[in-house]
């Protein structure tokens, strides 16, 4: 098995070899919140292999040096990445330092649960503010917000429906149970709107589907990359019907997004991320035999959370008034019976994107879990 160390070298440095580190290696650093994420560590190692100086703000570092250590192994980043102890979502002013000289934010950081707390919200809704405080206070005028599907989908729609950029998710509320897409539709508003009255200034969103492959620490198996690391262990996992994009893409996708934020036709654009699979109507549960296939003579026995027969007894049972909420809220009973597609068209022919094939995303993410000792393949 390719070993992610060896891999990471040939991904991240020959391409940036080749392109001699040109336009990159002459503009103001690019700040990257979120950069000890699963999502946010991928954008600086693309950032860092196409020769940009990276900003990275992560709270707490000083005293958790783990936090960074992958991102200070990454090739390129002894010479322009630093690291910044702070960048609080919660905290008016705690992205200064960082954004202080910076040429452009990427603005992964996120409160990433899901549930029916309004503190998702809060946490999602205020620390963007909170990022753009600091944004405006260091003068940065081009910015990159991850942003979600979760923003998009919606379930008052035909079933059949193709989800694109022109969809706003109207549906989601607390009370429903689907905070998170609240959160994320409002946040990504709030980023168009800002950017949106000055022509100096421009905003593209970036709405990811959910995210797997490749992993650099032990906590990344632990956030979206978690779907591949139950599948090597045979846990239960979210049967909800999605569709699944590289870490890697995504990262591309965020860094094309960047260099195109000074081209008018894209300010306030916003680019679905998703392979080109189709919707996975049983979510994390349909990797496991695309897994057995790929690694014959190991078992991947995956398990739903939901398991469909317990759920057609509940699906009505949660829609007798007043006692029905506590058996199931509605974004449970409709989301995880309503199959969501989504186009990628416009990520692949204006952002540039080449999605990697579902297969490629399992066999190197489920590898690199594996070789990094991370979990163990079951024969
Ligand atoms: N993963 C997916 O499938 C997926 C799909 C679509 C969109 N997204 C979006 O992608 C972004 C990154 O997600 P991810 O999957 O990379 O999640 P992740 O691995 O959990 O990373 C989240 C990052 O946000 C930071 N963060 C969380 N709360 C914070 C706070 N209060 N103040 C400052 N930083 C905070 C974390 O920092 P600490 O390390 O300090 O906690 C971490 O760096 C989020 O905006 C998420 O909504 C994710």
Redesign the pocket.
């Known amino acids: 098995m390719l070993s992610l160390r060896v891999y990471d070298t040939a991904r991240y440095l020959i391409p940036a070899l080749r392109r001699g580190f040109s336009d990159a290696a002459h503009s103001a650093p690019v700040a990257v ?9 991928f954008v600086v190692a693309e950032l860092l292999s196409r020769g940009y100086n990276v900003h990275a703000p ?3 570092s000083s005293k958790k040096p783990a ?1 960074v250590a992958h991102l200070q192994n990454l090739p390129g980043a002894s010479e322009r990445l630093k690291i910044f102890d702070g ?4 905290l008016d002013g ?1 992205f200064d330092s960082a954004f202080d000289s910076a040429g452009a934010v990427i603005h ?5 649960v899901l549930g029916k707390s309004q503190s998702i919200i809060t ?2 809704v205020e ?1 963007t503010n909170n990022v753009l405080k600091s944004v405006d206070k260091a003068g940065i005028n081009l910015f990159v917000q ?5 923003a998009i989908q919606k379930y008052n729609v035909p079933e059949n429906h193709i989800f694109t950029e022109a969809d706003w998710n109207d549906w989601s509320s607390v009370e429903k149970g689907d905070a ?1 897409g609240v959160a ?1 539709t409002q946040a990504e508003q709030m980023v168009h709107a800002h950017f949106a009255a000055d022509e100096k200034r421009s905003s593209i969103a970036v ?6 492959g490749p992993v650099f620490t032990k ?2 198996t632990k ?2 990359a978690l779907f591949l690391r139950e599948c090597i262990f045979g846990n239960k996992v979210m049967n909800f019907p999605c569709t699944f994009v590289d870490v890697r893409d995504v990262a591309i996708g965020h860094v094309n997004a960047l260099e195109k934020l000074k081209l008018p036709e894209y300010k306030g654009r916003r680019f679905v991320l998703v392979n080109d699979e189709k919707c996975m109507i049983q979510g994390g549960v349909e990797l496991g035999p695309v897994a057995a296939r790929l690694f014959p003579g190991h078992k991947f026995d995956v398990r739903p959370l939901y398991p469909e027969p317990i759920m057609k007894i509940l699906r009505p049972l949660s829609q007798i008034p007043l006692i029905g909420g506590n058996i199931m809220d509605e974004y449970q009973r409709v989301g995880q019976s309503t199959p969501v597609h989504f186009s990628n068209k416009a990520a692949r022919e204006e952002l540039g994107v080449d999605f990697r094939s579902l297969d490629t995303t399992v066999k190197e993410g489920i590898e690199s879990i594996v070789d990094q000792g991370f979990a163990k393949l079951k024969k």
């Open positions: 919140t979120g950069s000890s994420g699963y999502i946010g560590s992560v709270r707490g936090k960048g609080d979502l919660t705690s992964t950081a996120a409160e990433v946490a999602s620390g991850t942003s979600s599907v979760a998170y994320k709405n990811p589907g959910v995210v797997i906590a990344h956030a979206s």
